[in-house]
């Protein structure tokens, strides 16, 4: 072996090491980077929902990760905002009573001044209990109170992007109790039927609802056959409350976009997570924290961006 091809491999052997100890630092790095996000995402929801003694804690928490892994990790977007949403990613939470995390990843992302989440919830604010449009909050996109009409809307959004002949994608986001709504089974069938294949709807599986367990109040059976009968591919993610899950599951959805079908994924996680003692259980669902409870869930979740 003459040493030009000894010298070769070596080179080739050397740049190898030095691409994946470079990417290894860079994932490592990243994920690092979205939990200090994540950690700071949980400080600003129990503090919103304890200031006006009024919000729903739970599901926002355990959403934290996805929320954190779709603005600053996944999606194609701009913080300087527009309604028509023109050649970049869409995003629609459908179950917009979890609006205090929406609030604070669009606050954080740089939608607006991370200052104006200390007035959610009160008179005259932006920031309402479920995010509406009329307030002008840039970042929402569609009232989301009633729930079960989030996913039409997103379909509705999809189809125009193809329409336009825009390349980018529409996200959703659904609750799991949002599920005994009918309009949602039929905006399932219709996505599936007409060959939306640029859409990726999220469900938020914590198995929880207001009034208790999906299981107690209607269960939905199993779930990923229900909605591959529908005729969509349907990616599961057991562990909906770490990070870096979290983005491999998106970017791989990502991946199956194009194909003639639309996207599902269903992302297990728990309500209330990051705060011990509001998880496992439906009670956080939608009630507030006392003084006592703010200091113990803030003692969990270290400031890394600054409190607002």
């Known amino acids: 072996m003459n040493n030009t091809l000894i010298n070769t491999y070596m080179f080739m052997f050397l740049f190898s090491y030095i691409y994946y100890d470079i990417y290894y630092f860079a994932k490592k790095k990243m994920s690092k980077d ?20 009024s919000g729903h804690p739970g599901g926002s928490l355990g959403c934290v990760e996805f929320f954190t892994a779709l603005y600053f990790e996944v999606m194609n977007h701009k913080s300087n905002f527009s309604m028509d949403g023109i050649n970049e990613d869409l995003f629609f939470l459908s179950n917009g009573h979890i ?14 001044d991370v200052t104006e989440l200390s007035t959610f919830r009160k008179i005259n604010s932006r920031l309402q209990g479920h995010p509406t449009t009329h307030e002008n909050l840039e970042g929402v996109r569609i009232a989301s ?7 039409s809307v997103a379909i509705g959004a999809a189809e125009t992007k193809k329409l336009n002949n825009d390349n980018n994608i529409v996200f959703s986001l659904h609750g799991d109790g949002e599920l005994q709504e009918g309009q949602i089974w039929e905006a399932l069938m219709y996505a599936a039927a007409n060959n939306i294949d640029n859409i990726i709807s999220t469900i938020d599986f914590n198995k929880q609802q207001i009034d208790g367990s999906t ?75 006392d003084d006592k409870q703010l200091k113990e869930a803030l003692s969990q979740n270290p400031e890394t961006l600054g409190d607002y």
Request: charged share 20%; net charge positive.
């Open 215 to 289: 299981d107690d109040v209607l269960s939905l059976g199993n779930l990923k056959c229900k909605i591959e009968s529908f005729g969509w591919t349907v990616l599961e993610e057991f562990n909906g409350n770490n990070i870096k899950s979290v983005v491999n599951t998106l970017n791989k959805s990502k991946k199956l976009l194009g194909k003639g079908k639309p996207i599902c994924i269903i992302l297990h996680t728990e309500m209330g997570n990051g705060v011990d003692f509001m998880m496992g259980s439906h009670k956080w669902h939608g009630i507030a924290p």
């Open 145 to 151: 109170g009633s729930l079960g009409q989030g996913l």
């Open 99 to 112: 609006s205090p995390v929406y609030y604070s990843i669009l606050a954080r992302s740089g939608y607006f």
């Open 34 to 53: 979205l939990n200090k996000i994540v950690s700071q995402v949980r400080r600003d929801i129990v503090r919103m929902v304890h200031a006006n003694n």
